[in-house]
């Protein structure tokens, strides 16, 4: 991935996309900088990829607090997990193709999202189940609440 700020080589990234907009504009594909195009194109995949996993694991861990942790769920924390539903939901507008690796995501954050929960609330982590234990029906789900 390249820097964005300040493009590769210390090149302007801006015009760099302004001049391959232009050439694409023109149909004129011998002047396009096709391997470096190529390269910010999945880059640009890549992030959004990222995120939708990030999101997947911080959901994953919200929801097994509120599953695990004996205290009451405040509006907060449920509100926590409505915020990372609706960025998830809006990625999946914007990204429909995603929305059927939706499992196979959260199966590979879901490590993570244990590890979290683990040491943001100090329950040992051999007391969560070791695989995910939520379908991708109740990950999306905007009224579901482990109890």
Known sequence: MHDFTHGINGGDFVLWTERQRALLREKNFEQLDLDRLIGELDAMAANVRRELKSRLETLTMNL????????????????????????????????????????????????????????????????????????????????????
């Open 64 to 147: 097994l607090k509120c599953q695990f942790q004996p205290e009451p769920k405040s509006r907060a924390w449920l509100g926590a997990i409505r915020e990372q539903r609706s960025e998830i939901e809006r990625i999946l507008e914007e990204n429909p193709s995603l929305g059927s690796y939706i499992a196979e995501y959260a199966a590979h954050v879901y490590h993570a999202a244990f590890e979290r929960a683990g040491a943001e609330t100090g329950i040992p982590r051999a007391a969560f189940p070791q695989t995910i234990p939520y379908t991708r029906q109740q990950l999306l789900d905007p009224y579901f609440v482990p109890t």
